[in-house]
Structures are given as C-alpha cells and as structure tokens.
C-alpha cells in the first residue's frame, strides 16, 4: 500500500500557466514533507515541510502543508519550458531513525513553449 | 555547491556477474543511502549507514547486496550475482547529522543482460 500518493500523474501545460500538484501521505508519526525535482536523473531538494500552514517559497515554486487533512501542494507560477520534470513528493517514516523516505510516483510535468 | 558524485554514470553487465557501484557522499555528512529506480517506478529505499555499520536495510535488499564504506570517503553497493531485475537506476545519497534533507547523486544506471 502507498504511503505517499501524488496526482495527477501527468501535467501538460503552456508557459506562463500555473500549475498545483497534489502530495497526500499516510506515514506513522510524522515528521517532515519533502519535494524534489527529478530532470534527467538525480532527485534534486526544493523544499522541506515540517509546520502546517507556513508556506515555503523559492522564486515561482511554493509549498505548503496540511497536517490535520495529510496532504501538501506544490505550486509553481508562470510556468517555463525548465519546469518541465518529474516533481517527486517524500516523507520520511517516522519509525526510521535515519530518514528512510517513502516517495510518491511522481507527476510529469511537461511545459510547451 | 558540494555534490554527491557516483561512477559508474551506466554500466552493463551479463546476467549472474558481480558489480560495484561507488558513491563519494559530501564530505561533511554521516548518514549514507542507496535508493533504486525500477524504469518507469517509484525510487525504493535499499539500506541506509551510519557509524560504519547498516543502520536500516528495505525487503528488496537480501544477501545479494552488501555496502561497504573502504576509505573515508567513498561508499560503495555491490550486487553479487546479478539478475535481470536488478536492472535499474541506482541513486546514492547523504544527509547531515541534523535534519531530514537527503541529497542525491546523479545515479548510476545499471543495465542487466
């Protein structure tokens, strides 16, 4: 059974759209959210959640969690062909002392010019 | 920016062959990670190592897989005896002694004949 479900799990937009997606997680004591960025290969680090309600923000991307309806958004506006990427949501098991993350399958995310 | 490096970038091997894949984590990190990527699935968590011994270890990683860390700064994964299942996009990671953000390498993809 998933831990981490995203949606959808593919995204066509234009540039200059904005786009939200989707991140529910079902970890037993929990501790922390984490987005990543997932181009060609490796997963790259956006942003880390831990509070309900306070969102993080890095230029057009931002992010905020829920913990009382168990989810997370990631929003990215005015969206660009270098947006185009796999966003990969994780949540660490809150039993692994050392972080053992539980990923979602991801949304593709494709950005036509 | 320090980085997680990792060689081989793809290796092919014959079914049944032992193979080696190294990872040097950044430099100031004690926690190390093997994830996996099944094309086209989720990324897997293998093991995890701390202080020199396996501090967690998945259902996917059994006898065939063993971690080693040789010298002060790489840490390696062997797989004895491959099958084709083990074909798959191999990721290192690393993290702080405080925190919960694990930095990836840019993977090794190992290809299974």
């Known amino acids: 059974e998933d831990k981490v479900v995203q949606s959808p799990l593919s995204l066509v937009v234009h540039e200059g759209d904005t786009v939200t997606l989707n991140c529910s997680y079902e970890v037993t004591n929990f501790r922390s959210l984490l987005w990543y960025k997932q181009e060609k290969k490796a997963p790259t680090f956006l942003f880390m959640l831990t509070s309900s309600g306070i969102e993080k923000k890095s230029g057009r991307l931002s992010s905020i969690l829920d913990k009382k309806e168990l989810f997370s958004i990631l929003n990215i506006t005015a969206t660009q062909t270098g947006d185009s990427a796999v966003y990969l949501c994780?949540?660490?098991?809150?039993?692994?002392?050392?972080?053992?993350?539980?990923f979602g399958r991801g949304t593709q995310l494709t950005v036509w010019p | 920016e320090p980085e997680v490096t990792q060689t081989p970038s793809h290796q092919v091997t014959q079914m049944g062959q032992e193979v080696i894949l190294r990872c040097v984590p950044i430099?100031?990190?004690?926690?190390f990670y093997w994830y996996r990527q099944i094309l086209g699935q989720k990324v897997e968590f293998l093991v995890s190592f701390y202080n020199n011994e396996i501090s967690e270890k998945s259902e996917i990683f059994d006898d065939q897989f063993s971690v080693e860390r040789p010298d002060g700064s790489n840490f390696t994964l062997k797989i004895r005896s491959t099958k084709l299942e083990d074909s798959a996009m191999y990721f290192c990671a690393s993290k702080r002694n405080t925190g919960n953000t694990i930095y990836f390498g840019e993977g090794s993809w190992l290809t299974v004949v």
């Open positions: 994780a949540s660490p098991e809150g039993g692994s002392t050392l972080g053992r993350l539980y």
């Open positions: 430099s100031n990190h004690l926690y």
